[in-house]
């Protein structure tokens, strides 16, 4: 069976400092990948999505980037956050012809 | 741009009520209409899910009602029960899932 696997669950980083965010999938090849967004108590802003290995496609404009350096793998990074990068992010994953999308348990981003 | 709106934005419902949660589209080329489940500090779930050749999908206590002339679908939660107080977002899919605002929904005991 598929799992996705996302880290780390909690943390708190300073103002300024650099974001990195971790997410892997396993028991399927080639997924499609999604990086979403969640402000507290709001819904679900798509940030990041990968149909395979170095293709990343924005849905916004922001401080955050993405990469995919393998095929199972997803990173959500940022070079200086701000106040406004605080939320709880979402790695989620689909076949890449399928219409279900499978969500991580997610990570949450204090910025102080 | 927001594809699909969600309402209401929250609703309060006594154990054994029904719950309605309502969305609106405008693009008509969507084939595929999920419905996600979301409990507080977890990812979201997928619930259930119509396409457009039927008006209505029943999953026990879960019901998608679907009109394809209005571009409206909705999610009907009978016999609400506390274990169903979460978020829930209706979706919209192409080659990427566009998500309703959510609704909050509070069952009391």
């Known amino acids: 069976s598929q799992t996705i696997h996302q880290w780390p669950a909690t943390l708190v980083q300073p103002v300024g400092s650099p974001l990195s965010l971790e997410c892997t999938v396993e028991g399927t090849s080639n997924p499609n990948l999604y990086w979403y967004r969640q402000a507290a108590g709001r819904g679900l802003q798509l940030l990041f999505y990968s149909v395979g290995i170095g293709q990343i496609s924005s849905e916004v404009p922001q401080n955050l980037s993405a990469s995919r350096p393998q095929d199972r793998q997803f990173i959500l990074s940022s070079k200086k956050l701000l106040l406004s990068d605080s939320g709880f992010y979402l790695c989620?994953?689909?076949?890449?012809?399928?219409?279900?999308?499978?969500f991580g348990e997610g990570s949450w981003l204090t910025v102080v | 741009q927001q594809q699909v709106k969600q309402s209401p934005q929250s609703l309060i419902v006594q154990k054994g009520g029904i719950s309605i949660i309502n969305c609106a589209y405008e693009n008509t080329a969507f084939d595929y209409f999920p419905w996600y489940q979301q409990f507080p500090g977890k990812g979201p779930a997928l619930l259930i899910a119509?396409?457009?050749?039927?008006s209505e999908k029943k999953e026990g206590r879960f019901t998608i009602s679907f009109n394809k002339s209005a571009k409206q679908f909705s999610l009907h939660i009978m016999d609400s029960q506390p274990g169903d107080s979460a978020t829930y977002f209706c979706?919209?899919?192409?080659?990427?899932?566009?998500f309703g605002a959510g609704t909050t929904v509070t069952v009391r005991a």
């Open positions: 989620a994953w689909s076949i890449s012809s399928g219409n279900t999308i499978y």
């Open positions: 119509i396409r457009p050749d039927v």
């Open positions: 979706a919209l899919n192409d080659y990427k899932l566009s």
